[in-house]
């Protein structure tokens, strides 16, 4: 005859010798068979739901765990594929650096994933050009394009000249998404590289510097729309002033 609460084989006088069952060296009376297989039946069915909310339990931990494992690498993946190597960077951190329009740049990293393809078109940045660049606060190549600019303007004839001026701005309008993406990797890269420990505290300066070093700038190509604006005011002025004072036409007798 077995336990009812331990299923284990009863000694003498029917009292349970399991010491893991609580009823150990207690008799166990049963009154009817029926009582019996009621109590066996009553404990078989408690053990089947406890080990099955067990393993609901279970299940349920690991597939909260496996979505939110899954999630994390999708965040992950929308940067850290694009940024290959030992630093990674945060959907986080990118999107403080970058500000506005930021999800533009992550459409841009996703198509980059499906097809694997750097060149994009970016609309702004063919219209305005330096203008955009600049305000991108992208100022090493904005201040290159504009000597390239200045310098095929002296060289190269009109016509070259705007063959060259529009080509230029073709090519650097496909590649723009990718050389403002490298370098939010550079900047941010260089600035969690500058703070030795990232704090709860320390974590909030950091993102507050991503956020003053990147964003973008409209000081900047303002200024320079100014200094387009004087520039070409004064050499309309110096045009002006050498037509006037070019010989005027005189009638033959005035030579002779």
Sequence with gaps: MKCPHCEEELGLNNICINPVCSYFGTEIKFSTDSDRNNIKNDTQNYSNIKTTASNSFEYTHRYSDKNSQTYNNIDKQSTDNYFKGNNCISKE????????????YFKYIGKIRTNNKFSSWNWPCFFLNSYWLLYRKLYLP?????????ASSKILGHK????????????????ANSIYLNHCKQKITKIKASMSS???IQYSQYLRKLRKKGGV???APIFLLIVSILVTIIYIIISLSTMSKAPGFYSGSYYL
């Design 93 to 104: 951190e990118l999107t403080t650096f970058i500000g506005n329009n930021a999800n533009y």
């Design 142 to 150: 904005a201040a290159i394009l504009i000597g390239i600019n200045f």
């Design 160 to 175: 070259t000249y705007l063959f060259f001026i529009l080509m230029l701005r073709i090519i650097v309008t496909i590649f």
């Design 198 to 200: 990232l704090s709860e």
């Design 217 to 219: 700038s409209l000081a």
